[in-house]
């Protein structure tokens, strides 16, 4: 689940860098996070591959599955929408994707909070304060 919502992330980052104008500030902008959203899917994976024999880590994955699911759902909708688009005002991206970093925060804050497992918390809380740092970054350039 939480490897899906990097991968969303990156996903709604990249269609966004082909709606707005290239060269501009908010193509820039949407490259970067993209690019971390990118590096954030990629630790998952690696923390994934490094405890994917713990069966107690399996199982806080499942506990932790209702937290991140509404915000996936949510993903997939506003890259659904995207996906529809020929372009798009710069305002309206940056309000769609701030609130949408402000939702992953809180989906990573949730499952932070759903887990026993203190790797899983202090990971957890570390992509929440991720994307706290994107939704500040998103806040500013608007």
Known sequence: ???????????????????????????????QLKDEELQHEQRVQLLQRRYMRDRALLLEQEAMAGALQEVIDLGESLLSRLQAMETIEMKEAMELTLDLEQRFAVAHADAMLATGDRRLRTFFQQLARQDRAHASLLSRNR
């Open 1 to 31: 689940m939480a490897e899906r919502l990097e991968n969303l992330a990156g996903q709604i980052y990249q269609m966004l860098t082909g709606l707005v104008p290239e060269g501009s500030e908010g193509h820039a902008l949407f490259t």
